[in-house]
Structures are given as structure tokens and as C-alpha cells.
């Protein structure tokens, strides 16, 4: 397992019955999560001093339950980056710190590259890893079909001191705009993708990873340039394991491209018990 262990203003202090405990900066959250099957002893005081924690509902969804005083929003760092965030439906903040991994190992094949990197972000939400990209020197699109993530990347970008450096911002459906990509000529270096297990598009359009996930990666290797860098796909689909990924990744791409193929879960440190807990998984393609 791959773990995201660079982290400073982020922590998962323990988990325990279903649910995290977890610092972002000041902020303390409990949030639920299915993996976590155990029942062990919750002896970290913070469990009875957290500002919020977030309820599952039987019907779908949940919401926030405010404990203590807690700012609408607030911001964080992983190193010169710098991201807002805010209690989400569905449990979310505006960021996945497992990521941080993925950035750690896209910024350092791009600054080792020695040459100019275009990179392209599909489902790229608030922009961890195009915000890592770029500010290891990769021109990046950003694509995602949510004006508001859109939006709020643009933010981060712009509080990490980057918003003058070579991006991108569209709202589009990522299907679509790879398709209009291929029409046009364009090709990329590094291509990553994040794709979410249901969504809709601007549009209306349905996705299914299921039944879209390979079609897509289909397109997108006929997007790759002649010295392709990496190939990124993460997943936190139920079920999907990261051989799967890595087998739909390394059947498609082109005959003789060389490098390394890659598939692994990614995970966070637990402060607590010094376990690891599985957090999604990735499969990659790296230039030799």
C-alpha cells in the first residue's frame, strides 16, 4: 500500500466502530466510513471534543451535526499548497488527503522529466493534483463537470500563490471534451483521472464507471504524446480492485510504449494503532 504520510495540517488520529476521527488543521471531524469494521478502544480524548461530526441517514445521505463552534470554512497546506474547506453533503470537505500520494509522485516525474509537461486532469474536483502539477511546472487542463468544484479549485489556486501559472479551469463533461480533444489534435503527457462511481454531467448526462471507464481510457490513450510521462486512474469503487484498473490500463495503451505498470490501494497513517487504512486505489503507467 501506497500512504499518504507527508501531511502536517491533516491527521487521522484513530478509527474505530465505522467512524474516523480526524484533524484538519485546528478543526477536529468525525466522519463515518464502511471499512472501518473494528470495535477497538477509542482512548483519544479528541473523540469527546470534536466541533462536528457527520450522521449517515437510512434513506441516503446524512448531515452535520455541529458540536462546538466551527467556522463555515477554513484552510489548510501540504507544503506551498493551499486548500479551502467546508462540511459537505455526503460527508465531504473539498479534499481527499490520501491524494497527496498521487501529487508526491506526479510532481516528481514531471520536475524529473526536464522538459515542458502538458498534463490533463479529468474529474479533477477541487484541484489537489492539478494545483501538485503545476506547481512542479506542468501546464494543466482541469476538467470537471461541476461549475462549483471548478470554482472553488480556481480559490486554491489562487490562495497557493499559483493562479498566474500555466491551467486551465473548464466545466465540461469529461467524455465530451476528450472526444473534442481528439478532433482537435491535441495530445498530453500526463493524463490522471479520479472518476466517481455515479455522477452527471453538465448536462444531464449519466456516468456509470462501470460501463464508462473503459471506453474512456480507450479514447484517452489516442491522447497521449509520442513520450508519454504517466497514466494515472484512481477509483474508490466498491469492488473494483487495483488489478482490475491496471489490466484495463495496460491493455490499452499503445504496443511498444515501454515504462511500468503499476496498481495499488492508497492509504492514510492512523495515528493511533500505526496501522494504515485503506483509502481508494490507483493504477499508473510510468515513462521508463
Known sequence: MRTADNWKDYELLDCSRGERLERWGEIILIRPDPQVLWDTPRRDPRWKQAHAR???????????ERLRPIPDAWQISYGELKF????????HTGLFPEQAVNWDTMASLIKGADRPIKVLNLFGYTGGATLACV???AHVTHVDASKGMVAWGKENAVSSGLADRPMRWLVDDCGKFVQRELRRGNTYDGILMDPPSYGRGPGGEVWKLEEQIYPLVQECVKLLSDKPLFFLINSYTTGLSPSVMQ????SLLPKGIGGTLSADEIGLPVTASRMVLPCGATAMFTAR
Open 54 to 64: 457527520y450522521h449517515r441517514s437510512n434513506t441516503g445521505g446524512g448531515q452535520w
Open 84 to 91: 479551502a474547506l467546508k462540511p459537505m453533503g455526503f460527508k
Open 135 to 137: 506547481a512542479a511546472g
Open 247 to 250: 489490466y484495463v490500463l495496460g
